[in-house]
RNA sequence: GCCAGGGUGGGGUAGGUGGUUAUCCUAGGGGACUGUGGAUCCCCCGACCCGGGUUCGAAUCUCGGCCCUGGCCCCA
């Protein structure tokens, strides 16, 4: 082959469309009921959007270049600093809280590994302007419900940046992202080793050691204290628990980087390997970065490709469809009759390379449930005939009766 | 960026200690066959990832690259 398609993206044929558009359906449908409306933001953005959320380190992850303006321009790796950025930018005036979603491709310029693609896929909501308990507990319920829709397995753990936080404020910023980093990996022995120096360090290793494995909040207050986030940390439980969201609390979840300031959730599908996390979310705050108030915002991203590898092979329900074969002399009735089917919103199909009749119906019976036969004798009548491929029944029928059966055929 | 295993028609494969026209299945197109042909039989189409090296001769050996699969790193 002599043209390949760029590493890491790929290609989609129609039956797998199929079954992505389905999906995507499901998660779209899911938090349209909570309120949230679909935004959509450019392919490309200025550099500087993503170096400053995220730091100059993420350049090389992503696709970056110039354009014939001198501008540094970059494919989005990710879009919660472009919904981020739109808000800034005119959703200032827009009555609170703000509820928005989006599905978009998004970029990286990665080593391509199981659920690792350089092109892939996120859905996301957004929940902006909205700083209570009810807001955090309403985008996990969303997230959960929508993994559900979808019909993934998958673990779903909530969290709370804050215990770890106030446990290690004393250290040095540099040493609070080594241990977040530690946590983050559940790698224990790492966090002995970094803290080594520090004083009353083996005192702190335990105490995060503990934290990282608090199963109710009670038992976290029993380590960290009344800290200032108590109310809130237990109202979201209490929320979550009366929506009976199938959770686990885990506060040695740390989400990278520094605009993540309270909830923090993630989902993972065990059959996926090395990149089994298909979703994340939590609170931040990112606008004032982008020189907006400091609003409070919480949402989620989920990787929609990751959900789609989980999923595996499945088949879709198609909606029935028709082909029309014919004998030559009866090709222009063929076509009313096709244009009729259509009317009636049936995916309607023709003969277009002069095929026999039997390798008409032959074709047919790969790609539509009925054949619709018409020759001289149906020209003659004013009926058609109709085929089930499914059951080889067939029957000489009025178009408008002929439309009506097609139109009632159940799933495929 | 690193590690392991791979790359033969559209898909799946056989062969490969260097030597005729590269095997089989399937898909696709056509015919037998202009009223049922989703069948059967026949025919056609179509491949050794790319480049250098060794050689009289490379799909086979060798080096480099590209790509695929999985893992490490990273993961906004």
Not at 43 to 67: P, Q
Not at 176 to 198: I, N, P, Y
Not at 263 to 269: I, L, Q, R
Request: proline share 4%.
């Amino acid at each position: 082959m002599r043209l390949q398609k760029p590493r890491g993206t790929r290609d989609f044929l129609p039956d797998e469309m199929e079954r992505r558009r389905e999906i995507e359906a499901r998660m779209r449908e899911t938090v349209r009921r909570f309120g949230y409306r679909e935004v959509c933001t450019p392919v490309f953005e200025h550099l500087d959007l993503f170096t400053m959320k995220s730091g100059e380190g993420i350049i090389e992850e992503m696709y970056v270049f110039v354009d014939k303006g001198g501008r540094h321009l970059t494919l989005r790796p990710e879009v919660t600093a472009s919904v981020v950025r739109m808000f800034v930018n005119e959703g200032r005036n827009l009555p609170k809280p703000l509820r928005w979603c989006y599905f978009a491709d998004c970029f990286r310029y990665e080593r391509p590994q199981k659920g690792r693609y350089r092109q892939f896929w996120q859905f996301g909501i957004e929940l902006i302007g909205a700083d209570t308990a009810f807001a955090d507990a309403e985008v996990v319920v969303a997230a959960d419900e929508m993994l559900k829709a979808a019909g993934v397995t998958y673990d779903l753990q909530v969290g709370h940046l804050a215990p770890v936080k106030s446990l290690i404020a004393g250290l040095s910023p540099d040493l609070q992202r080594r241990v977040m980093t530690c946590l983050d990996k559940r790698d224990f022995g790492a966090l002995e080793e970094s803290l080594a120096g520090e004083r009353q360090g083996a005192d702190l290793v335990e105490s995060l050691t503990a934290v990282a494995g608090c199963r109710s909040p009670d038992d976290l207050f029993a380590i960290t204290g009344a800290i200032p986030e108590k109310d809130r940390i237990t109202e979201i439980c209490e929320l979550l628990e009366s929506q009976k969201v199938p959770y686990g609390l885990n506060f040695a979840i740390v989400r990278g980087l520094d605009y993540y300031t309270g909830m923090v959730f993630e989902a993972f599908a065990p059959n996926l390997g090395a990149e089994n996390q298909i979703l994340g979310g939590g609170t931040y705050r990112l606008a004032h970065l982008f020189g907006g108030d400091d609003v409070a915002s919480c949402g989620f991203a989920a990787g929609f490709d990751r959900i789609m590898v989980s999923l595996g092979e499945f088949t879709t329900a198609g909606r029935p469809g028709a082909a029309i074969v014919c004998t030559p002399e009866a090709g222009m009735r063929g076509l009313e009759v096709a244009a009729a089917f259509r009317a009636a919103g049936i995916r309607t199909e023709t003969d277009l390379m002069g095929r026999s009749l039997g390798a008409q119906v032959t074709h047919a019976a790969k790609s539509a449930d009925f054949a619709v036969i018409i020759g001289k004798k149906e020209c003659e009548s004013g009926l058609v005939t109709l085929k089930n491929l499914h059951t080889g029944e067939q029957r000489g029928l009025a178009l408008r009766d002929a439309v009506a059966e097609v139109s009632g055929f159940g799933d495929r």
